[in-house]
């Protein structure tokens, strides 16, 4: 938990394969990493911390850091991989 919110911890790998069983038809979600920027502003923004309370998952840049995955732009395209490869 920080500043009201509960906070997913799972690798990668495990977002993926999340993000893969969801039904076609279940409904539109997505996921929020938050930077310094937006901790502080969840500290003092209701309405952005209702946006991360929606969020189908909720995970700490730091803990995806430490598996290598430099950027959410890298995290993005590492979810897709896995969640569309013909393993999953």
Known sequence: MLLGLKFTDMTV???AAHIAARPPDAPFGFIVTPN????VRLAKDPALAAVYRR??????DSRWSSERQPC????HRAW????????S
């Not at 310094?36 to 901790?39: K, P, Q, R, S, V």
């Not at 969020?55 to 700490?60: F, K, N, S, T």
């Not at 959410?72 to 995290?75: E, G, I, Q, V």
């Not at 897709?80 to 393993?87: G, I, K, L, Y």
Request: hydrophobic share 50%.
């Open 13 to 15: 790998a495990e977002a």
């Open 36 to 39: 310094a920027e937006h901790l």
């Open 55 to 60: 969020a189908l998952l909720r995970v700490m």
């Open 72 to 75: 959410s732009a890298c995290r």
């Open 80 to 87: 897709f991989r896995a969640a569309t490869s013909p393993s």
